[in-house]
T-cell receptor
Framework: KAGVTQTPRYLIKTRGQQVTLSCSPI?????VSWYQQTPGQGLQFLFE???????NKGNFPGRFSGRQFSNSRSEMNVSTLELGDSALYLC????????????FGSGTQLSVL | DQQVKQNSPSLSVQEGRISILNCDYT??????FLWYKKYPAEGPTFLIS?????DKNEDGRFTVFLNKSAKHLSLHIVPSQPGDSAVYFC??????????????FGRGTQLTVWP
């Protein structure tokens, strides 16, 4: 069974640009969560999608948004990039929901210059 | 507000010895706890979990202990191996089954196991 796949692995953008990250969950998993990891800050919850609906959202500004498609694949978008958005963005999927055991992808490392 | 805390950013242990990683939480509604291991340039991988109805769970070299009254859990690795060198994240959740449930993560502890 294939794991969680995130693309691209690395991205370099400049301030003010926007970016879209992609995530394909494990087959059969309907819940997709997104996390931001920065050095020393652990994993900060962005949002969770289940059956194409956002069910839960963390404390991030509206520049961070996402969506989920009917095949459970998910995208995350960050608009008007800031230097502080440089981070590893992790996608995780699960069968039942965001409070259960999550299976993570390898992440997308975003650098904002 | 950090609801899951890992107060030791790093831990260094000799190969063959026991590694003990600690985690504290503040929310008494948490009833499910997990440990993840993360290597550089990879996503976290699940290690072991424990439900609040238990106080201990074992899986091979890994044992998690839960002290609900102290709101504290620990991960024991015995014996430690150089391949265990990684960042370990503690996570917790409440409201399992609720649409508002989510995992709360600590900031991680870097474990280094030296020969």
């Amino acid at each position: 069974k294939a794991g969680v796949t995130q693309t691209p692995r690395y991205l370099i953008k400049t301030r003010g640009q926007q970016v879209t990250l992609s995530c394909s969950p494990i087959s059969g998993h309907r819940s997709v969560s997104w996390y931001q990891q920065t050095p020393g800050q652990g994993l900060q919850f962005l949002f969770e999608y289940f059956s194409e609906t956002q069910r839960n959202k963390g404390n991030f500004p509206g520049r961070f948004s996402g969506r989920q498609f009917s095949n459970s694949r998910s995208e995350m978008n960050v608009s008007t990039l800031e230097l502080g958005d440089s981070a590893l963005y992790l996608c995780a999927s699960s069968l039942a929901g965001a409070s259960e055991k999550l299976f993570f992808g390898s992440g997308t490392q975003l650098s904002v210059l | 507000d950090q609801q899951v805390k890992q107060n030791s950013p790093s831990l260094s242990v000799q190969e063959g010895r026991i590694s003990i990683l600690n985690c504290d939480y503040t929310n008494s509604m948490f009833d499910y706890f997990l440990w993840y291991k993360k290597y550089p340039a990879e996503g976290p991988t699940f290690l072991i979990s424990i439900s609040s109805i238990k106080d201990k769970n074992e899986d091979g070299r890994f044992t998690v202990f839960l002290n609900k009254s102290a709101k504290h859990l620990s991960l024991h690795i015995v014996p430690s191996q150089p391949g265990d060198s990684a960042v370990y994240f503690c996570a917790a959740s409440g409201n399992r089954g609720s649409t508002l449930g989510r995992l709360y993560f600590g900031r991680g502890t870097q474990l280094t196991v030296w020969p």
